[in-house]
């Protein structure tokens, strides 16, 4: 009988140490855990685990969207954070595209890969989630 009341004491310890850690953790830590749940949910890649050539699917939050005008060809760049890594997306020849903006969720698919350093995926495949 004692081990099935430790067994039923331990989610109460954990539900006490989610409802502590709300109050320890910055706001930064929360918003990452928060979007890796959400990643997780989606059956998605983490960012941080993506290679060059790798074709992925994640989930994320935009964090910046920055339109680059380029003499020969536009691009909008979007950094897409889903709780783990960066990873940006371009969409080549576009000035803007409505529902991408900074703080949306959403979903994209393509092939990863690798400028100055940085996880790419250019023109992805991407669906908006509903806003929360």
């Known amino acids: 009988m004692a081990a099935v009341e430790d067994h039923q004491s331990q989610p109460e310890a954990s539900g006490l140490r989610r409802f502590l850690r709300k109050f320890t953790a910055s706001d930064q830590e929360l918003e990452s855990e928060e979007v890796r749940r959400e990643s997780a949910k989606a059956d998605c890649v983490c960012a941080d685990r993506v290679r060059r050539g790798q074709l992925v699917k994640l989930s994320g939050r935009l964090r910046t969207v920055v339109y680059t005008p380029r003499t020969?060809?536009?691009?909008?760049?979007?950094?897409?954070?889903?709780?783990?890594?960066?990873?940006?997306?371009?969409?080549?020849?576009?000035?803007?595209?409505?529902?991408?903006?900074?703080?949306?969720?959403?979903?994209?698919?393509?092939?990863?890969?690798?400028?100055?350093?940085?996880?790419?995926?250019?023109?992805?495949?991407?669906?908006?989630?509903?806003?929360?």
């Open 72 to 132: 020969n060809l536009p691009t909008l760049e979007a950094e897409l954070y889903d709780g783990t890594d960066v990873v940006t997306l371009v969409f080549l020849g576009r000035r803007h595209i409505a529902g991408i903006e900074p703080g949306r969720a959403l979903t994209a698919a393509g092939r990863v890969a690798v400028r100055d350093g940085r996880k790419v995926i250019y023109n992805p495949h991407y669906s908006l989630d509903a806003p929360k």
